[in-house]
């Protein structure tokens, strides 16, 4: 914490550490997992939605490729509702022919 006059500044791990727990602890733990998973999920509907962008695409084509409604595109965009499956049906339909899933140590694994 930082004192500026008379207000009081805080780090956001100072925060972080208060509202969730300090590092290690299994709260904290759960948080950034959880907050890993929602990353990576965005990240994957992010490459979503640039590879239907870039094949001018809508989200009700994509949705017709693959035999979903526009709305299952839109939460995959979002990050939500993304299965193995489902992922391997659309970047297939976007013509995204492979794709590998790195275990580190375990290894690397083909997804499709």
Known sequence: MEQIGNMKLYSIEEVKDE????VGTPERDEHERKVEEALHAYRIGEAIKN???KQNLTQEELGERIGVQKSQISRMERGYSISIPT???????????TATLDLG?????ALW
């Open 19 to 22: 509202l969730i727990g300090k």
């Open 51 to 53: 590879a239907r962008l």
């Open 87 to 97: 992922m391997s049906r659309v970047f297939k339909a976007l013509g995204i022919a």
């Open 105 to 109: 140590i375990g290894g690397k694994i």
